[in-house]
C-alpha cells in the first residue's frame, strides 16, 4: 500500500477547509473515457483536472469506482479496497490523487456503507448458512407465519424491502435493490469491518468522504412496521411522487438513534488524519434537516451533512429558499450543511426549475450566483457549469433500473448521467473514442467546454468569475446570514464574517426589478459578472441578476 501525504507547498492542512468548500461532484461512468470502451475512468478524470481547477472549487467528490457488478453503478459494492477494471486500478487513483493535489485540489470519495452487493464476499457468507462467523452481517429476519415479509418496509426502488433467500430460508432486507442488501451495523464487527474501508482510503490519500444514504446505516431490531402517513404530509423530496415509499412514515427502516454512536466512531478514524472532512447524505422527506442537525452537533460525528431540500422538484422562490434556511438554522443551531441544486439522482436543475424560462443563461448564472451565497458549503454536479439541461432519453436507451421500474411516470435518473461534452466537434463531445454507455444528447454538444471557454459572455465563464469574486470575500464562504427580504421575485440577505459584511440581492423573476436596499452605508462590488443601478434607496435589477455590496 501507497500513502499519498500532502505536500506542504501544494495543499495546506487547512482542518476547517471544508467550511464554506465548493465542492465538484464527478459522476466518473460519464465524465472522460480513455480506453474507448464508452464508459469514463479514472485517468480521464485525472486528465480533466485542468478544467476543475480552472472553476476555482476546493475539492472532488467522486461517486463510486470500487468494484461492482454495476446493477447500481457502483453503488452495489463487492471489494470496498479496489478499484473496478472498468475504471482502471489503483494506481490510477494515486495518480488521481497526487494530480488533484498538485492542482490544490482536495479529494473526497463516496463511500456506500449501508449496503453491500449479493455479491460481496461478506454477504456470499452470509447466506451460506445460518451458522457462519459472517450469519449476522447483514440484516436477516425470518417470515411471518404465512410466509410473508417480516413488516412492511418498503424499498425506495420498488416494491417490499424484505427478500427471501431459499438457501438460509429467511428473508433479507434492502433498501434499494434486491441485489443490495442491508449491512447489519448493529453488529459490531461489522463497524470495524467498515472503519478499516475509511482508514484503508485516508492511507491512500483522500481528504474526505461523501457518505451515501447515512440515515439508512440502522433499522429499528425489533422490525416494527412504519406507519402510515398522512397525504397532505407526502413529498417527493428522497423518491418519486409515483412511489409508494413516500406512503409511509419511516420510523423504523431508517433514522435509528443508534447511528450516533457510529457516526462519531468514523469521526475518531477520520482525527487520526489531518484536515480530513465528512459530508453524509441524509434522505429522508420528513425529519432531513432535523437528521442533519442531530448528525453534525457536537463537533465529534459528521462536519456536514447534504440536504434534499433543493434537490427536490418543488419551484425555487424567495420564500422557499428562505423558509428552508429559517428550518436548517432551528433544526440544527450547531450544524452545518451543504447545498445542491443538481447531482446524479435528480433532473439536473435547469431544466427542472427553466422549462418556461426562454434565458436559459442568465437564469443559470443567477442560480450558480445564488447557491454560491447560501450560508453552507456548495456540491456542483458535471455539466452545471455549463448550463447542460437534462437529457431526453429514449426507453430503449435507459440504463437505470430506477427508471425501468417506474417509466414513463418516472424516467429515471440517466439523463443528468450522460456523458461530459469537451469538444463540440470531436466524437461524443470528446467523451469517448467508443460507443458511449449512455447517448450524448445534441443540445448538450452546442453547450460543450471548447465552445464556452474564452467567452466571457458564456455560463462556464461566470461560473469561474464568480468563485474567484466568492473566495475575496469571506463573508460568502464562512459568514452568518440573515434575511433582508423574500417577497414575490426579490431575494435578499446580509452575509457577516468577522468586520466584513455583504448584501446580496437577487432577482428571481425574467423582468427587471426594484430591490429596497438596508439601512446603511454600502458600497458595490464588483468582479461579479452582474450589472445593476444602485440608488439612495434600492437597486435596479435586470432580470435573472444579482447585485452585491459591502458595508463601509
Not at 145 to 170: C, E, H, K, V, Y
Request: charged residues 25%; proline residues 6%.
Amino acid at each position: 500500500m501507497r500513502m499519498t501525504t500532502l505536500d506542504s507547498t501544494l495543499l495546506q492542512p487547512d482542518k476547517d477547509w471544508w467550511r464554506g468548500a465548493v465542492i465538484y461532484q464527478i459522476y466518473p461512468r460519464s465524465f472522460q473515457d480513455t480506453n474507448g470502451d464508452g464508459i469514463g475512468d479514472l485517468r480521464g478524470i485525472t486528465e480533466r483536472l485542468g478544467h476543475v481547477a480552472s472553476l476555482g472549487v476546493d475539492a472532488i467528490w467522486i461517486s463510486p469506482f470500487f468494484t461492482s457488478p454495476m446493477k447500481d453503478f457502483g453503488y452495489d459494492v463487492s471489494d470496498y479496497q479496489d478499484v473496478d477494471p472498468i475504471f482502471g486500478v489503483l494506481a490510477d487513483f494515486d495518480a488521481l490523487i497526487a494530480e488533484a493535489h498538485r492542482l490544490n485540489i482536495r479529494v473526497m470519495i463516496d463511500l456506500v456503507l449501508s449496503h453491500t452487493s449479493d455479491k460481496h464476499p461478506w454477504f456470499v457468507e452470509s447466506r451460506s448458512r445460518r451458522t457462519n462467523p459472517r450469519a449476522d452481517w447483514y440484516v436477516w429476519a425470518d417470515s411471518k407465519p404465512d410466509g410473508t415479509p417480516p413488516n412492511n418496509w418498503l424499498s425506495i426502488f420498488g416494491g417490499s424491502a424484505w427478500q427471501w433467500d431459499p438457501t438460509r430460508l429467511q428473508y433479507y432486507m434492502h433498501n434499494f435493490l434486491t441485489s443490495q442488501p442491508d449491512l447489519n451495523l448493529h453488529n459490531p464487527e461489522v463497524q470495524d469491518a467498515l472503519l478499516s474501508v475509511a482508514r484503508f482510503w485516508l492511507e491512500r490519500g483522500v481528504d474526505g468522504f461523501r457518505l451515501d444514504t447515512i440515515n439508512f446505516y440502522f433499522h429499528d431490531k425489533e422490525l416494527r412496521d412504519n406507519p402510515s402517513l398522512a397525504p397532505e404530509r407526502r413529498n417527493a423530496q428522497t423518491a418519486p411522487a409515483v412511489n409508494p415509499y413516500n406512503y409511509q412514515e419511516h420510523l423504523y427502516d431508517k433514522n435509528q438513534p443508534e447511528n450516533l454512536e457510529f457516526l462519531k466512531r468514523f469521526r475518531a478514524v477520520m482525527e487520526e488524519f489531518p484536515a480530513i472532512a465528512a459530508v453524509g447524505e441524509v434522505g429522508d422527506s420528513q425529519r432531513g434537516l432535523e437528521i442533519a442537525g442531530e448528525y453534525t452537533s457536537g463537533g465529534d460525528k459528521m462536519h456536514m451533512c447534504y440536504a434534499f431540500e433543493f434537490l427536490a422538484p418543488d419551484p425555487l422562490t424567495p420564500a422557499f429558499v428562505a423558509e428552508t434556511q429559517h428550518a436548517l438554522e432551528k433544526a440544527a443551531p450547531e450544524g452545518w450543511v451543504c447545498w445542491a441544486f443538481s447531482n446524479h439522482d435528480v433532473m439536473r436543475h435547469i431544466s427542472r426549475w427553466g422549462n418556461a424560462v426562454t434565458d436559459h443563461e442568465a437564469h443559470a448564472k443567477l442560480l450558480a450566483s445564488l447557491l454560491m451565497s447560501l450560508r453552507g458549503s456548495v456540491c456542483i454536479y458535471q455539466g452545471e457549469e455549463l448550463a447542460l439541461p437534462e437529457a431526453e432519453l429514449a426507453y430503449e436507451d435507459l440504463q437505470d433500473p430506477y427508471g425501468i421500474q417506474f417509466w414513463p411516470d418516472f424516467k429515471g435518473r440517466d439523463g443528468c448521467r450522460t456523458p461530459m461534452v469537451w469538444d463540440s466537434g470531436q466524437q461524443s463531445g470528446g467523451f469517448s473514442l467508443g460507443k458511449p454507455w449512455l447517448p450524448v444528447a445534441p443540445v448538450h454538444l452546442e453547450r460543450a467546454v471548447n465552445v464556452q471557454d474564452g467567452d466571457e459572455a458564456s455560463v462556464l465563464a461566470h461560473y469561474r468569475r464568480f468563485l474567484t469574486f466568492r473566495k475575496e470575500h469571506a463573508a460568502l464562504v464562512k459568514g452568518e446570514i440573515q434575511f433582508h427580504s423574500a417577497e414575490g421575485a426579490i431575494l435578499s440577505f446580509v452575509r457577516t464574517h468577522g468586520n466584513e459584511k455583504v448584501f446580496c440581492a437577487f432577482n428571481m423573476s425574467p423582468v427587471a426589478r426594484l430591490a429596497d436596499l438596508p439601512s446603511g452605508t454600502l458600497e458595490a462590488l464588483e468582479g461579479h459578472g452582474f450589472d445593476s443601478i444602485m440608488h439612495e434607496e434600492n437597486i435596479e435589477l435586470p432580470a435573472w441578476s444579482g447585485f452585491f455590496a459591502r458595508f463601509a
